[in-house]
T-cell receptor, first 110, second 115 residues
Framework: EDQVTQSPEALRLQEGESSSLNCSYT??????LFWYRQDPGKGPEFLFT???AGEEKEKERLKATLTKKESFLHITAPKPEDSATYLC???????????FGAGTILRVKS | ETGVTQTPRHLVMGMTNKKSLKCEQH?????MYWYKQSAKKPLELMFV???????ENNSVPSRFSPECPNSSHLFLHLHTLQPEDSALYLC??????????????FGSGTRLTVV
């Protein structure tokens, strides 16, 4: 069974304090790993898709990386507006659905 | 209007009521999904539709009944729900059911409370 585990469950940072979120996964043949951001009262917003180990993608202060067992979302010099829940999901080659982790709640204080 | 639109945003219903959730996408996508999001739990897939055909029913109780009349609209009909069905119900769409570089586009969800 495909599984996704995210850690930590919650993370509090000071503005400018860089850190990383972890997404560990088990899947029988990875088609893609996806990162989403979700603000309170809203649906998830797509951030990145990663397909193979060693791949990296960047968007503003966020950088996502992928290995064969986990993915990291690195946040460099975060700002309060980066506060949100960050969700990781995987899709297997044989499946037509995304399997999500429970998310990491990020709070950035000024 | 672009994106994925869900109505209503909030819904309170009794256990004996019948109601429907509506989802509409204007992205030209061919696949649509219903997900359930409960507090501190991962998003849980309920149904997948591809080109208006249901291709996955993730062991969802029969009190939830989906309908996809065309590739732009998706409904979730609700009847005799239980309090534990209270959650955020999210609709999403994608270019096709095998995903793609742009991922899923989600609506803002319907916050359902069963009393």
């Amino acid at each position: 069974e495909d599984q996704v585990t995210q850690s930590p469950e919650a993370l509090r940072l000071q503005e400018g304090e860089s850190s990383s979120l972890n997404c560990s996964y088990t899947v029988s043949g990875l088609r893609g790993l996806f990162w989403y951001r979700q603000d309170p009262g809203k649906g998830p917003e797509f951030l990145f898709t990663l397909y193979s180990a060693g791949e990296e993608k960047e968007k503003e202060r966020l950088k996502a990386t992928l290995t064969k067992k986990e993915s990291f979302l690195h946040i460099t010099a975060p700002k309060p507006e980066d506060s949100a829940t960050y969700l990781c999901a995987v899709q297997a080659w044989y499946g037509n659905k995304l399997v999500f982790g429970a998310g990491t709640i990020l709070r950035v204080k000024s | 209007e672009t994106g994925v639109t869900q109505t209503p945003r909030h819904l309170v219903m009794g256990m004996t009521n019948k109601k429907s959730l509506k989802c509409e996408q204007h992205l030209g996508h061919n696949a649509m999904y219903w997900y359930k999001q409960s507090a501190k739990k991962p998003l849980e897939l309920m149904f997948v539709y591809s080109l208006e055909e249901r291709v996955e029913n993730n062991s969802v109780p029969s009190r939830f009944s989906p309908e996809c009349p065309n590739s732009s609209h998706l409904f979730l009909h609700l009847h005799t729900l239980q309090p534990e069905d209270s959650a955020l119900y999210l609709c999403a769409s994608s270019q096709d059911r095998f995903q793609g570089e742009d991922g899923y586009t989600f609506g803002s969800g319907t916050r359902l409370t069963v009393v």
